[in-house]
């Protein structure tokens, strides 16, 4: 079986290409082995591996850029999925793509179920959800993880940011009026692998209802960005001894707006494959030792 990966060398990516090695072949292409702001060379290289499963962990992740490059985003992050998805539709292949908490306008402090309104505030979450759309309407047999505040050991991301911002300055403005879940993207690519060794089992049996759709995949519990900054710096040890001050939202004005509630309900993935995420101050403690 071919596994076609994209996004290989990003931060989840680059976790797929190990945990999904176990299950069949894995094609892992970047940017510049399938563009994915250019149509014809993404049906080029699908019909090249010709997978039965196709995985897209690629997306223009730079939330603030995507303000002043929404051309590009939308390429990447609406339109690509929705050329994949077509692809995945005429192979017959299964496509497993990524979302955001984005896609939700943050409202409220009741984490958000996959069936809740969305209303994204920014042209980051907007594109991702028309990344969706797009994937619902070409492609029958597609996986939807919606995750969030993703970080890991590789990569342009919060925990990294920090590390290295705690031992050049002494003191830190960090935002606490967001809350969400901190997701180690091993983890995601841990789960992504336990699901897909569900559908190619044998085992699953022809009686079991076909689980395609839209699932929030996050490490369970949450936090604010200073929450999160505090952890990272209490399992740093000695080495960071930056003083951290908690500020809301109106005093860290960025080009695109966040949510305040980024918190997404795990009872769906859970209810459909037995699958949870560890809480997430036990997820960032392992990815800290490794």
Not at 45 to 51: K, Q
Not at 175 to 180: E, H, L
Not at 218 to 244: P, V
Request: glycine fraction near 8%.
């Amino acid at each position: 079986m071919k596994i076609l990966l994209t996004g290989g060398n990003g931060q989840v990516g680059w976790e797929l290409r190990r945990t999904l090695a176990c299950l069949g072949e894995v094609v892992a292409v970047d940017s510049k082995e399938m563009d994915l702001t250019d149509a014809d060379a993404i049906r080029r290289v699908v019909g090249e591996v010709n997978p039965r499963i196709i995985v897209n962990p690629a997306a223009h992740t730079a939330v603030d850029k995507a303000e002043s490059e929404r051309d590009l985003a939308w390429a990447v992050n609406a339109v690509a999925p929705g050329i994949l998805a077509e692809e995945a539709e005429k192979l017959g292949a299964l496509l497993v793509h990524y979302s955001t908490d984005y896609v939700f306008d943050g409202s409220g402090d009741i984490p958000w179920r996959e069936d809740d309104a969305s209303g994204p505030l920014n042209v980051y979450g907007a594109s991702k959800l028309a990344g969706e759309q797009a994937i619902q309407a070409a492609c029958r047999r597609h996986l939807i993880f919606r995750t969030s505040w993703v970080y890991g050991a590789r990569g342009a991301n919060f925990l990294l940011t920090m590390r290295r911002l705690m031992r050049e300055r002494p003191e830190l403005k960090i935002v606490a009026d967001q809350i969400g879940a901190p997701t180690w993207s091993r983890m995601l690519a841990e789960a992504t692998a336990l699901i897909l060794a569900q559908h190619i089992s044998p085992a699953r049996g022809a009686d079991r209802p076909e689980p395609w759709g839209v699932y929030h995949m996050t490490n369970a519990g949450e936090t604010s960005w200073h929450g999160f900054a505090e952890a990272i710096q209490a399992l740093d040890g000695t080495e960071s001894k930056a003083r951290l001050l908690s500020i809301p939202s109106s005093d860290y004005p960025t080009p695109a707006m966040r949510p305040l509630n980024s918190r997404l309900n795990n009872d769906k993935l859970a209810r459909v494959f037995g699958v949870r995420l560890p809480e997430w101050r036990q997820a960032l403690s392992l990815c800290m030792q490794s």
